[in-house]
């Protein structure tokens, strides 16, 4: 099965510009999670998905952050305006079990860089 | 509050030898899930192994090993006779329901492997 696709892979964006990262997960997986990690830092929670309802969003760092996941299928996150603490890399995670019995499929996450 | 601690945050090992990484955890809870990750060059992170919290035998698979402890709240990771395509960032990590009905994944810093021939 294909695994959970992040696109961008990398993105450049200027303090002030506005980002939208996207998050394929994998087909049937209702569990949708984004999680991030600025330099230096651990990897953390950013918010959970069920279906095209947010479960969790208590990680979210504050109010530019936006994430939709209309139909319960890909995932968006946009950053509007990006200041420079959002630079980081962005993972999305997908599971079919909340528990994680299987394990979170990760994606490659993208790098984004705000300048 | 959870915390999940790698000391070691670089191991350098020649190719054949076996290595350990280290995972300390931190949680009030009972009922919680540890996991090891691995995050090749390309950047994923790869699931390696889930243990819950009830589950203290060890496990082997391979040339992998994990040793859960709860005494000690520790989860090691053992890699038999290294290769270098097990050069990477290993990161160990510990889930626990949250308030909101959700499971998140509190990571450690990570250990970066690196196997050399």
């Known amino acids: 099965e294909a695994g959970v696709t992040q696109f961008p892979s990398h993105s450049v964006i200027e303090k002030g510009q506005t980002v939208t990262l996207r998050c394929d997960p994998i087909?049937?997986?209702?569990?949708l999670y984004w999680y991030r990690r600025v330099m230096g830092k651990e990897i953390k929670f950013l918010l959970h998905?069920?279906?095209?309802?947010?479960?969790?969003e208590s990680g979210m760092p504050n109010n530019r952050f936006l994430a939709e996941r209309t139909g319960g299928t890909y995932s968006t996150l946009k950053v509007q305006p990006a200041e420079l603490e959002d630079s980081g890399v962005y993972f999305c995670?997908?599971?079919?079990?909340?528990?994680?019995?299987?394990?979170?499929?990760f994606g490659s996450g993208t790098r984004l860089t705000v300048v | 509050a959870q915390k999940v601690t790698q000391a070691q945050t670089e191991i350098s090992v020649v190719e054949k030898e076996d290595v350990t990484l280290d995972c300390v955890y931190e949680?009030?809870?009972?009922?919680?899930?540890l996991f090891w990750y691995k995050q090749p060059p390309s950047g994923e992170l790869v699931f390696l192994i889930r243990?819950?919290?009830?589950?203290?035998q060890n496990e082997i698979s391979g040339r992998y090993s994990w040793n859960f402890q709860k005494s000690t709240s520790s989860f090691n990771f053992t890699i038999t006779a290294s290769q270098v395509v097990d050069s990477a960032v290993y990161f160990c990590?510990?889930?626990?329901?949250?308030?909101?009905?959700?499971?998140?994944?509190?990571f450690g810093k990570g250990t970066k492997l690196s196997v050399i021939p």
């Open positions: 995670a997908s599971s079919s079990n909340i528990v994680g019995i299987y394990g979170y499929t």
């Open positions: 990590a510990l889930s626990r329901l949250s308030g909101a009905g959700s499971y998140q994944l509190t």
């Open positions: 949680t009030r809870d009972t009922t919680y899930y």
């Open positions: 243990r819950n919290s009830f589950d203290e």
């Open positions: 998905f069920v279906k095209e309802s947010k479960q969790d």
């Open positions: 087909s049937g997986h209702d569990n």
